[in-house]
């Protein structure tokens, strides 16, 4: 029982998602953890604050080290508990580079997406320009061919080859929250294909936002 | 000699100066090198652009494998040099958790530090707008005064304590692009100490980026 950690988290966030994962895949159970709204602006609530002064979720703290950042919860866990669920970096110098580069790029993804589908929330009236959210889309739209061309040279299933890694674990929601935002699976085959063959998995499912499965999908990228 | 690594780099740039850092403290000698002008427009020649799709440097190949994000570059070299060199991730849990914690929150150092250096050379004229900029400005001072606290309350002379290590890697080029930039020394006393007891460092002196050398320092941040 992971009683001694706690785990503040908002539905739909892929930074959340993948700190839910990395516990799932290491067998961490019965941690602390509360949903807050973003829809609400509980991220600013004080009890959020308090563990994260950016007011970002997640927040996470394991006895008193703090981990709010996504990849660094996920690397420490994988650390401190090598041997416990399953191994997130493989032995394969290989495949290890590949975890390690494919897991930051999915920074880029990340940040690409929510130029777009955040650029309404996130640029005053005022500042906003139709020419901006164009170059956002086309840029957006260029970096999933890359993507799409990854998984298409991929030497196994998983984002870095033959066995799901950390990178899968950094990807995978970035992924997700794309289809979830109305992208067309039929254009972009292969990540299609990624997208479907893990969705099951049962760290994944289990962590699946709940949010996601009470109301329908969107439809913001159904023209990348 | 690291005859069989590759590092394409461009002077003054935070992520090519972390992998330059980790090559020196791994002791890593006579790999290929070569520097390209961001000025010149270089970082999208065919050279670059054939290792890096997304024309960004640093781009980096240890024989066949490409680790050209910077945070994939330097785990990758920490984890395949572990007992070569100086070890770069602590033993210590408490440590170890405040490397990783802050080694990630240098990304948002580092984006806010570009959106406002950078703000009129990414945005295109006709999008520009001083609401923008000054808004851009108020988030990297609040950021910078998050790093000060930091730095206040640290149980160390380095970023996560007593050792140098991953997160000195990734902190402290932003930190001197920082300074670089104009940042007012005396407004942030104890970043300033960190800056000035790191930067003769050996590693970091030896990559120092040439450019700095050969010219004055800007005044773009000194309102900040």
Redesign the interface.
Known sequence: MAKEMTLLWGSGSPPCWRVMIVLEEKNLKGYNQKLFSFEKGEHKSSQVMEMN??GQLPAFK?N??????????C??LE??YQSQGNKLIPEC??E???M??R???A??LGQKTVDVIYYNWRV?E??R?D??LKRNKETLTAEIK?WEGYMQKASGPFVAGKNFSLADVMVFPSVAYLYRSGLCEERYPKLAAYYNSLKDRSSIKTSWPPTWLESPAQDLLKDI
């Open positions: 002064p950016r394991h008193n080290h703090v981990l709010n950042e996504s990849y660094a919860a690397f420490y650390s401190q110098p290989a290890k580079a590949m390690y580069q897991m930051f790029e920074n880029t005053p005022a500042e320009h020419s901006a890359l």
